[in-house]
């Protein structure tokens, strides 16, 4: 019996491990992007992801209101993501196979960018 209890207390504690590292990031300020009229990837594909991998960060239709544009083009198998500050600066580039990655790699740069 001691085997099994010690057994059942190592696997707690494991799943509880896989638990904690697969939850999402804390949110960070809450950022605002512009999608660029040149973008060709769905806008409701790149909020549904935005919403899973960064729910600080949210697509608006108001330039003036936005912290950053993002250019988002592509396909599957080959996303390319252009991030730009206001004033039209590049700032940050990312090229993936998955489109949860490049939200995902724009999300961790637009946090860790400095605020305004």
């Known amino acids: 019996m001691n085997r099994l209890q010690n057994g059942i207390m190592i696997l707690a504690v494991v799943l509880l ?7 999402k990031e804390p949110s960070g300020r809450p950022i605002k ?3 660029a009229p040149s973008s060709t990837v769905p806008r409701s594909d790149i909020i549904k992801n935005f919403l899973n991998k960064c729910p600080n960060v949210t ?3 108001e330039p003036k209101g936005s912290d950053f544009m993002l250019e988002a083009g592509g396909w ?6 252009t ?5 039209g600066d590049a700032i940050y580039s990312t090229s993936t196979q998955w489109l949860s990655n490049a939200v995902k790699d724009v999300c961790k740069f637009v946090n860790a960018y400095p605020p305004k």
Not at 76 to 81: E, L, M, N, Q, T
Request: aromatic share 12%; glycine share 16%; no cysteine.
């Open 17 to 23: 491990g896989v638990a904690g590292t697969s939850a």
């Open 33 to 35: 992007i512009l999608m």
């Open 59 to 61: 697509v608006t239709l």
């Open 76 to 81: 599957p198998g080959a996303y390319k993501f």
């Open 83 to 87: 991030v730009f500050k206001k004033g």
